[in-house]
Nanobody, 128 residues
């Protein structure tokens, strides 16, 4: 199982970025996927997660800090892709963002231990 996150970069506050996570080696749409981030000097925190398609039509959960600004979605055409659309970015969103996937669970949780497969991370920098 491999996960590849991409799409990070430098953006001004108020701007948008879309992160992509491509997986190979297992049936991504069936299982839950998550996005996490780690800011410099801080612990990793959950951004949100999306359920596998077998459960509740895959509705995502989000951390309170990103609700209304971030959206997690799947690609219906490319079933091995998961996206994190980030709008109205704030300097506090600066972090390395990681995608994660579980090969065991269809429901999503925001605990890192729920996921057994991780991408390498992509850096998002938001300037004020």
């Amino acid at each position: 199982v491999q996960l590849q996150a991409s799409g990070g970069g430098l953006v001004q506050a108020g701007g948008s970025l879309r992160l992509s996570c491509e997986t190979s080696g297992f049936s991504l749409p069936y299982y839950a996927s998550g996005w996490f981030r780690q800011a410099p000097g801080k612990e990793r925190e959950a951004v949100g997660c999306i359920r596998g398609r077998a459960v509740s039509v895959g509705r995502p959960n989000y951390a309170d800090s990103v609700k209304g600004r971030f959206t997690i979605s799947r690609d219906n055409a490319n079933k091995n892709m998961v996206y994190l659309q980030m709008n109205n970015l704030e300097p506090e969103d600066t972090a390395v963002y990681y995608c994660a996937a579980t090969s065991k669970h269809t429901d999503c949780r925001t605990e890192a231990a729920w996921y057994d497969n991780w991408g390498q991370g992509t850096l998002v920098t938001v300037s004020s």
